[in-house]
């Protein structure tokens, strides 16, 4: 199944906020939304999707199973219960949000959850969500890779996982950056203010540009409509081999998203 290239994420987006944020994203022609049980938004999130007036099919809906629901027999119910807020029968790409806190939960148990989820018809397609090499090894021994649509994980000029994304690219399975823009460090660059001052453009262009020239999707995350509309437009940003090299070159292992129940990372 083919991921939008960009998609709004939802974040720390909850109420109003939440709802104003995704109607404008809409709006401005965004049709990838992300969202999470743990974002406490998928209400919100639905209402902005039902008051857009636009048709489902046209709008590719991500949501996120929180640790407290990879359990074989509390997946499919916490799904169900997602869905209901959401206001939807199906969603587009179901993810375990993080991998069970010390293995409590084995990967292969949420993993055949999460496809009985899908075969019941819950989601279109499943994946996963900050896994490392050996746990999505564990999940494609559980349901293969074929049917694992993507990992998302923290990537961004400063953290470029790059043996993961070998591995990734080895297993044929695609990658969804979140937190592309580094929690906006991107904007105060150097390097990449250079690039977009050449090419008439924003530095948070050019990072997303950088990035899906490289064939990931990405999720950033915005609240004002300038910014948001400064994002989509990175799709037309094309970046010489020569920037996409300066920009490599920032690679410095630097993760933003490590909290205390995370696996041991690559």
């Known amino acids: 199944m083919h991921i939008p290239h960009i998609g709004l994420g939802t974040f720390r987006l909850t109420g109003t906020q939440a709802i104003d944020s995704v109607r404008s994203g809409l709006e401005l022609g965004y049709r990838h939304i992300d969202t999470a049980q743990i ?3 998928e209400q919100d999130v639905g209402t902005a999707l039902r008051e857009s007036g636009i ?3 046209e709008v590719f809906v991500t949501t996120k199973v929180w640790t407290e629901h990879l359990e074989g027999s509390q997946l499919i119910p916490s799904l169900e219960q997602s869905l209901r807020k959401l206001g939807l029968e199906q969603v587009d790409l179901a993810l375990i949000h993080w991998p069970s806190p010390d293995g409590a939960v084995a990967v ?3 993993m055949a959850a999460l496809l009985a989820a899908r075969e019941r018809g819950l989601a279109r397609a499943i994946g996963v969500s900050n896994f490392t090499m050996p746990l ?3 999940a494609i021994a559980a349901v293969g890779a074929h049917n694992i649509a993507t990992n998302q994980v923290e990537l961004h000029p400063y953290l470029q996982n790059r043996a993961l994304v070998a591995f990734m690219l080895e297993a044929g399975i695609h990658l969804t950056a979140y937190m592309p823009l580094a929690y906006g460090k991107v904007m105060a660059d150097p ?9 008439g453009a924003t530095p948070a262009q050019v990072t997303l540009a950088w990035l899906m020239g490289k064939g990931y999707a990405v999720i950033p995350s915005s609240t004002q409509r300038v910014n948001q509309a400064g994002n989509l437009a990175a799709r037309a940003l094309t970046l ?3 920037d996409s090299a300066a920009i490599d070159a920032l690679e410095r292992g630097e993760r933003l998203v490590n909290p205390d129940f995370a696996p041991r990372w690559d």
């Open 55 to 57: 048709d489902r099919d």
């Open 39 to 41: 974002y406490g938004n």
């Open 240 to 242: 010489a081999p020569e």
């Open 108 to 110: 292969a148990e949420s």
């Open 191 to 199: 390097v990449i203010a250079r690039i977009a001052a050449r090419l």
């Open 136 to 138: 999505l090894r564990e």
